[in-house]
């Protein structure tokens, strides 16, 4: 399992938010490996983008958001934190990672959230965190080595994309930035 390279990433965020559908998305959680295929995904610019966590320039809450592509940025939002990944080809932009079809360490999953039905375990970006155990500390990692504990590694994986504006946002772009894999039963409602 080859984790996507930082080259991936280095283009416009829009791009790589619509082409990590179908990706793997993995978790590494000690010896074990935790995840899924991508099915949601959302992407943000910098000061130019009202819902953007840059949206007010360099903080130090979001100073990843400014480094290289390829780090993971992690934020909290209404007791949850929000996994995205970096990626631009020449100035701010992240990726929220909204959610994910699981194939891979389902019981470790399900005992970080315990849930009847498996369509409800990572459907949307906060139970995904809980599922995934995201937290802070995993807060600027290098997604490109499949020695972090948080990467992306390429997938064939036959989809049709739909697009929307992003969901829970006050203020957006007039452009569809959510991606999502048509009929998946675990994209977000």
């Known amino acids: ?33 935790l ?28 100073r990843v958001m400014f480094e290289e592509s390829g780090r993971v940025f992690i934020y909290n939002v209404h007791k949850y934190w929000m996994l995205n990944l970096i990626a631009h080809d020449n100035g701010v932009g992240g990726i929220l990672i909204r959610a994910i079809e699981p194939t891979m360490g389902l ?11 498996l369509r409800d375990l990572t459907s949307g970006p906060g139970k995904l965190s809980l599922a995934l155990d995201v937290d802070k500390g995993l807060n600027g990692v290098d997604a490109t080595s499949a ?7 390429d997938n064939e994986y036959k989809h049709d994309v ?19 894999v048509k009929n998946n039963e675990f994209v977000s409602k």
């Not at 930082?6 to 829009?14: E, G, L, V």
């Not at 020695?147 to 590694?153: G, I």
């Not at 739909?162 to 999502?180: A, C, K, N, Q």
């Open 107 to 117: 019981d470790i999953m399900r005992q970080n959230r315990p849930v009847k039905r």
């Open 162 to 180: 739909g697009t929307s504006h992003r969901i829970g946002v006050t203020r957006d772009l007039p452009e569809h930035y959510r991606y999502y």
């Open 147 to 153: 020695d972090s504990p948080v990467y992306v590694f």
């Open 35 to 62: 995840g899924g295929v991508i099915v949601e995904t959302e992407a943000y610019f910098g000061a130019d983008d009202p819902a953007s966590r840059a949206y007010e320039g360099l903080k130090t809450y979001n």
């Open 1 to 33: 399992m080859q984790a996507l390279p930082r080259s991936f990433y280095n283009r416009r965020t829009d791009t790589v938010a619509n082409e990590l559908l179908g990706k793997i998305l993995v978790r590494r959680l000690d010896d074990e490996l």
